[in-house]
């Protein structure tokens, strides 16, 4: 697939994603072996050891592109970003001249990204999702979820960093039981709600789904009318994980995927301020290629949009200025 020509408008395999009954179900991640601060550990954490695979569409990946870029890892943690189509052989590579934005792979010069789960291992036979983090020395993945990536990524590097990034976690003890709390409830209605909206083949299972993601959003927005972060005055990995759709409502998941009782930008004032205060932290906005979101969604899944067209507008304008946190807020 050349960048220019477009995946043919037949809906390929790999995007029919539904169960029989019209539901979608996200399936569970492969690979979950973690980087440990232990030198004796399976995977240690060592500078230039790792990589990680991006898509910049890709909500689940964002996650991983900001805890790298605000933990400091980005000097040592290498990164590689697949096009923003996904065909029908799945996420692949493209030079940055065809592409801006997306690169090679230069670590296992690969054409795709199934090829690196199959190098990993040759009877692989769930998805190929991104994103993963890939080991040079013992030539495997470590992990593909999301998830437990950012954990490795908030302290299992922490002796190699420099000390004003050694401090940071954006899973601090006292707040994790809230933290944990909020991600569960958050994954399945908001984070994979939007999902389930979009995908779903079945009125019922598109309206049970919507709903609850916009009760969910009333539920979010009424923390945020109280509280500048989701638990207070910190920034956490909930916001985090929060923060990559929510930047993705309005300009994809609005219109895209169904979810149309509300905008962001219009019926979420205090969801609005917060994507905003944190979009506007240093090192985020760099995280973010809207060119990439949009083209991922409305030209990968022809099942959706046949006619591959996409929106023009970005969604709300996120360099508007809002309240500065004081200090740095994590
Ligand atoms: N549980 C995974 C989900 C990752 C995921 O579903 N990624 C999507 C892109 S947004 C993907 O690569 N899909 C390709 C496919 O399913 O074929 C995580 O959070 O890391």
Redesign the pocket.
């Known amino acids: 697939m050349s960048s220019s020509s477009k995946p043919s408008a037949a809906t390929p395999e ?1 995007t029919k ?1 539904h169960s029989k009954d019209g539901e979608f179900r ?1 399936q569970v ?1 492969s690979f979950r072996s973690l980087v440990e601060t232990n030198p004796n550990a399976e995977f240690p954490a060592e500078a230039g050891r790792y990589h990680l695979y991006v ?1 910049y ?5 964002h996650r991983t592109l900001i805890v790298r870029k605000l933990k400091g890892l980005d000097s040592i943690i290498g990164l590689s970003v697949v096009h923003y189509l ?1 065909g029908p052989n ?2 692949e590579f493209a030079s940055p001249n065809d592409v801006p934005g997306a690169t090679l792979d230069d670590v296992n010069g690969s054409k795709y990204i199934r090829e690196v789960y199959f190098k990993a291992e040759p009877e692989y036979s769930a ?5 993963l983090l890939w080991d040079k020395k013992k030539q495997t993945i470590v992990n ?4 437990e ?1 950012i954990r490795m990524f908030n302290s299992a590097f922490d002796e190699l960093l420099a000390p004003e990034y050694r401090g940071i976690t954006f899973y601090p003890e006292d707040l994790r039981s809230q933290i944990d709390e909020l991600n569960e409830w958050i994954y399945d209605t908001v984070n994979n709600g939007v999902y389930k909206s979009g995908f779903a083949t079945a009125q019922g299972a598109y309206e049970k789904n919507c709903l609850a993601l916009f009760q969910s959003l009333e539920r979010i927005e009424e923390i945020l009318s109280r509280n500048e972060f989701l638990l207070g005055k910190r920034l956490t990995e909930a916001d985090l994980r929060l923060f990559t759709t929510i930047l993705r409502f309005d300009p994809v998941y609005h219109g895209h995927f169904k979810c149309n009782l509300k905008q962001i930008a219009t019926g979420y004032p205090n969801m609005l301020r917060w994507t905003r205060e944190i979009y506007q932290l240093p090192g985020i906005r760099e995280t973010v290629n809207m060119e990439h979101i949009k083209k991922h969604y409305y030209m990968s899944h022809t099942q959706i949009n046949p006619t591959q067209v996409v929106p023009l507008s970005n969604g709300p304008d996120l360099d508007t200025p809002t309240v500065k946190p004081a200090a740095r807020p994590y």
């Open positions: 790999i994603w996200r991640s898509s569409a890709c909500p689940w990946a996904m799945g996420w998805r190929f999702t991104v994103p593909n979820e999301s998830s990536i």
